[in-house]
Structure formats: C-alpha cells, structure tokens
C-alpha cells in the first residue's frame, strides 16, 4: 500500500476530479438505495390500498431517482476518466524522467525490456484500477453499511442474515487473494520476457533473415508466448473463484430469506411490500460485498505494478552533481591518476587498474588495444558516464566529480561506438548537437565530418527522413552524420570510439585532416586501424585494462613488441617488412 499511496502523488491538479468522482458515486448510491423504501411504500400502501394517485407520486419519484442516479454515473464516468488516464501520464512522465538522469550503473539494473513493461503494461494496470475499482471502492462500502443498516431497520430478524453470510464471504476472500497475489508479480515479470524477446527479435531482424532463422525466433517467440498464457490462465483461474462462490451464498441468503420471510407473511408479522424492499436491500448488500472482492482482486493486481513502478522511481542515481558544482569547464585537458574501476562493487576483477594518463589541452591521442582492453571503459570515464572505483579523472584541471554533470558533458563530445540516429529528419538529428543551429552552421558541421558529400545527392538534403533507425542509409553515413551532431556542441573534448570504422580510408583521411583543424579541441581517438592513430600527438596501448605503453608512431615502432605487432599486420604483413619500416 505504500508504493500505491507514493503512486497517488503524481495525480496533481487531476486529484480534484477523483474527488469530485467520490461524491458522484457517494451521490448515486444513495439515490439508489432509497428506491426500495419506495417500492416498499408503494406496494404496502398504494397497491394495498388501490391509491391510483398515490401509486403514481412513488412512480414519479423512483422515475426521478433513477434519471439522477443515471446522470451522476455519467459525470463519475467522465471524471473518473480524466483522472485515471491523467494519473497514468503522469507516473510515465515520472518514470521516463527519471530513466533519463540514470546513470550507465543504474540502467545496467534494468533491461530495457522491462523498462518498456513498467511504463507501458503496469501503467495501464494501475489506470485499470482507477477506471474499474474506484466506483466500487466507493460505492461497495456505502451500499454495505447503508443497505445493512437500512435492513436492520426494516427487519432486524430477517437481517440476521448478513451476520451469517459476510464472514463466510471475507473467509473465502482472503483466501482467494493470499493464493493470487504473489501470482500477478511472476505475471508481469512473464510480460518483460515476453517484451525482451519481440524487442530482441524485431531489432534484429536482418540478423535473423540473413542467418534463416525465423524458424528457430519463432519457437523461442512460441515458447515465451506459452509461458505467458499458462501464466496467466493459472492466475485468473484462481482470481474469478470469488464469482461462483459468491454467487452461491448470495442465492442461498436469498433462499432463506424467502423462506423465513414466506412464513413470516402467513402469520402477518411482515407484509409482502417489506419483504420486496428487503430483498432489494439484500441483493444490493451481497452485491457491494462482490464489489469491495473485485476491487481487492484489482487491488493485489495494482500492488504488484505499483512496485515494479517505484522500484525505478526509487532507484537510487549513483551520478549526480554536487550541491556546488562547478558549471565552467575551462579547457580540454584530461588526467588519469592512478584510476582502477569496476562496473559492480562485486567484481572479482577491475576493469581498469592503475591508469595514469596526462593529456594536455589541444592535443590529439590515440588509444588502441585488443578487443576486451578497456578501451571504451577508459574514455567513459571523461564525461562521467560511470565513477571511478579508484582515483581521480580530471578534465580541465578539476576533478570530474566536481562538475555539473550537464556542464561536464557539454564540454565533453563522445561518438559512441554503436551509432544512433532517431527517427525524422536529418536536420533535426543534428540539431541534437546544437538545437539553434543555422543551416549554414549545420552543413559546416557535416563538411568537416564529409557528410556533405551524400546529403547533397538526397532529393531533400537536410530534410531528408531518415526512418526509424536511420535504416535507409549505410553505415558510413550513419558515422559521418554522427560525427557531424557531436562536432555542433562545439566540445573541449571529442571523443572517437572507433567511430570511423564503416568509413573508407580515403573518406577517414578527410575527415582527420578536417579535424586537425580544430585546434582548441582535445581530441581522443580508438581506433582498431592503425592509420587512424599514426599522426597523432601520442598513442596509448591499453592490454588488460592497464597501460602498457604511451608514446608517438615512431617511438612505439622503434620499442614496443604489441605496437610493432600490430603495424606489420596491418602495414606491411611481414616481420622483414616491419624491420625495415622501423628502420624510417
């Protein structure tokens, strides 16, 4: 109930229509509940006594009573409508928000997937809840006290009945409800595998035709898909028990009143028009009681979501800025200083150990490494996308911990290793760069990183649609515009994660000479070729998450084993080769 009532917080200015539903509902029921004391009425006295004018007045007056009992329902609908639905965009936008100050650590605790299901699944459980239970929130316990309270005074006797029926009900109830709640978290958690596998499937689906493997996708699609059935046919199998059952008690207590209140009529001690009215009152009474049973079957439901919910609004930042942050980065200088980190407090082993790196201000480094050497860990580091576990990562000269994380990657550019582009335009993705952006600026941008080469043959240039994933474009270009959006912030530090990889040499070497042009801009490149890297200011040769060795082009050829290793496999492919090249 706690993460509910956190949850109820973000109803905002839409808490004054559930108020206002609440007091339609209160409203309605009421005006319903005084019908039967009408019929009553009308049966003992106008029927009885053949009072034609009288009949008609109790006509008149129930006839008036259900139209606004009738309006009341629909004006609850509509609020209850506009609370629900607003309540549910607002725990999204909550979510969503904070999803986007998680650092990397903390969405390493979620898979995406799942994020999906909470923002999307588990939302619409809990709007179902307000939607479908809080008419019967409100109106079961109304009914049932009043319909009690107004039977006992009609009949205590014959109201003796609820004494018996309303424990047998709660037993079954509680029951019921201890079996199927624990049931509804494995029945979302079904969901988030369910999500996993189409996101997974779909994403890769070029993957999936060219290896044909749509068979083998769907069998695994199948087999989750079952999960979630059996799931959920063993779950609601065990929730709608309280229908059957409580349907037998409500037809037995009908039963008996009948008959108690049958022979009650022969000795004349109850007359037929109380006992019509009292049978009114006794359905209406096991009828809130089934209510107040579905809204707590709705209730274990809304439960379960509400904390899948919190449990990624309470996910605690493990980044965040200072209460004094520093909001000016001064220049692009970075400084490694005997950093070692590690992605969980856990691991057995860091992923770096022991880094100490200086780069000054302006200049260009290359960092190259086998595959599982750290280098993207290295670079991560910068603009502060994980901490350190140990040590300290300067840039500018302060330590990035002392920084406004927003400030900090303003000045830090970084073209991720896995490109992406959104959906629209192409102007509209490099705006991401820089949102005010001239044209003139923009196409400056995409010369320098030579994409203005084929967004000149595009019929639309700049307003071109690039889809869903920018899927209609090849991967180099995919680089280049990537490059483009980064260069439009105008950094202190650019970062290149292999980020020319899907590029051609000859476009690479354009696109290095463009750069090298910047000259206020540190600029910090992995690269797998070592083309890449051989005219830079030093190169850093990462193995194992240490360094092992820094240096220019002809220092390392001239001394380091892995850096001679790799040149003549990729230059020359000889041992003679790489000798005589050393020699140079």
Same mark, same amino acid.
């Given at each position: 109930m706690r993460d509910i009532r956190r949850l109820l917080m973000y109803l905002g200015p839409y808490r004054k229509d559930m108020v206002t539903g609440a007091f339609l509902v209160l409203a309605e029921t009421c005006l319903e509940l005084f019908i039967p004391v009408l019929i009553a009425d009308l049966i003992d006295v106008g029927v009885a006594?053949?009072?034609?004018? @009288?009949?008609?007045?109790?006509? #008149?007056?129930?006839?008036?009573?259900?139209?606004?009992?009738?309006?009341?329902?629909?004006? @609850?609908?509509?609020?209850?409508?506009?609370?629900?639905?607003?309540?549910?965009?607002?725990?999204?936008?909550?979510?969503?928000?904070?999803?986007?100050?998680?650092? /990397?650590? =903390?969405?390493?605790?979620?898979?995406?997937?799942?994020?999906? *299901?909470?923002?999307? *699944?588990?939302?619409?459980?809990?709007?179902?809840?307000?939607?479908?239970?809080?008419? &019967?929130?409100?109106?079961?316990?109304?009914?049932?006290?009043?319909?009690?309270?107004?039977?006992?005074?009609?009949?205590?006797? #014959?109201?003796?009945? $609820?004494?018996?029926?309303?424990?047998?009900?709660?037993?079954?109830?509680?029951?019921?409800?201890?079996k199927v709640a624990p049931m509804y978290g494995w029945l979302q958690k079904t969901v988030d595998r369910l999500n996993h596998v189409v996101q997974e499937g779909l994403t890769a689906i070029r993957a999936v035709k060219a290896f044909v493997r749509g068979q083998y996708e769907e069998e695994k699609f199948q087999a989750v898909n079952r999960e979630l059935m059996e799931t959920s046919q063993t779950t609601f199998h065990y929730a709608v028990l309280n229908l059957p059952v409580f349907q037998v008690v409500m037809y037995t207590a009908v039963v008996l009143i009948l008959w108690f209140g049958g022979n009650m009529i022969l000795d004349s001690s109850l007359q037929v028009g109380d006992l019509t009215g009292f049978l009114s009152y006794v359905m209406q009474v096991i009828n809130s009681l089934m209510l107040i049973a579905n809204v707590f079957l709705l209730l274990t439901r809304s439960l379960?979501?509400?904390?899948?919910?919190?449990?990624?609004?309470?996910?605690?930042?493990?980044? !965040?800025?200072? &209460?004094?942050?520093?909001?000016?980065?001064?220049?692009?200088?970075?400084? /490694?200083?005997?950093?070692?980190?590690?992605?969980?407090?856990?691991?057995?082993? =860091?992923?770096?150990?022991?880094?100490?790196?200086?780069?000054?201000?302006?200049?260009?480094?290359?960092?190259?490494?086998?595959?599982?050497?750290?280098?993207?860990?290295?670079?991560?580091?910068?603009?502060? #996308?994980?901490?350190?576990?140990?040590?300290?990562?300067?840039?500018?000269?302060?330590?990035?911990?002392?920084?406004?994380?927003?400030?900090?990657?303003?000045?830090?550019?970084?073209?991720?290793?896995? =490109?992406?582009? $959104?959906?629209?335009?192409?102007?509209?993705?490099?705006?991401?760069? =820089? &949102?005010?952006?001239?044209? !003139?600026?923009?196409?400056?941008?995409?010369? *320098?990183?030579?994409?203005?080469? $084929?967004?000149?043959?595009?019929?639309r240039g700049l307003d071109t649609d690039l889809g869903q994933g920018a899927n209609n474009i090849s991967g180099g270009q995919k680089q280049r515009l990537c490059i483009a959006r980064t260069l439009l912030r105008q950094p202190k530090v650019l970062i290149f994660d292999d980020s020319t990889s899907a590029v051609d040499t000859a476009t690479e070497g354009k696109i290095r000479s463009a750069l090298a042009e910047l000259k206020d801009v540190t600029k910090i490149i992995i690269a797998q070729r070592i083309t890449s890297v051989m005219n830079t200011d030093q190169i850093v040769i990462l193995e194992d998450g240490k360094v092992h060795a820094v240096g220019t082009h002809r220092e390392l050829l001239a001394g380091d084993p892995i850096y001679q290793e790799i040149y003549r496999s990729q230059m020359k492919g000889g041992d003679d080769h790489g000798s005589t090249a050393a020699q140079c």
């Open positions: 006594g053949h009072d034609i004018s @009288y009949i008609l007045s109790k006509g #008149l007056q129930m006839g008036v009573c259900a139209v606004l009992a009738l309006i009341t329902g629909l004006l @609850y609908a509509r609020f209850a409508a506009r609370a629900a639905y607003g309540w549910g965009a607002n725990v999204r936008e909550a979510q969503y928000k904070r999803v986007q100050n998680y650092s /990397f650590a =903390n969405l390493d605790h979620f898979d995406s997937s799942s994020l999906v *299901t909470r923002m999307t *699944t588990d939302v619409t459980v809990l709007q179902n809840a307000i939607n479908g239970g809080f008419r &019967p929130l409100v109106r079961g316990p109304v009914m049932l006290v009043m319909g009690v309270a107004l039977s006992f005074w009609m009949n205590p006797r #014959l109201a003796l009945v $609820f004494v018996v029926c309303t424990p047998v009900l709660g037993i079954i109830l509680f029951f019921i409800i201890r379960a979501s509400a904390c899948r919910i919190s449990e990624v609004l309470d996910e605690k930042l493990v980044l !965040d800025s200072p &209460p004094d942050a520093v909001k000016n980065v001064t220049d692009g200088s970075v400084d /490694f200083e005997n950093v070692s980190f590690k992605y969980r407090a856990d691991a057995r082993k =860091n992923a770096l150990s022991g880094v100490t790196l200086h780069i000054r201000a302006g200049e260009t480094v290359g960092i190259l490494g086998g595959t599982g050497s750290a280098k993207t860990t290295l670079v991560q580091l910068i603009p502060r #996308l994980y901490d350190v576990t140990e040590g300290t990562v300067k840039v500018g000269g302060r330590d990035v911990r002392e920084y406004d994380l927003e400030a900090l990657r303003d000045a830090v550019g970084m073209i991720l290793q896995k =490109n992406v582009l $959104f959906s629209g335009t192409v102007r509209e993705n490099l705006k991401w760069g =820089n &949102p005010v952006a001239s044209d !003139d600026t923009l196409w400056e941008a995409c010369r *320098t990183a030579c994409a203005d080469e $084929f967004l000149e043959r595009l019929p």
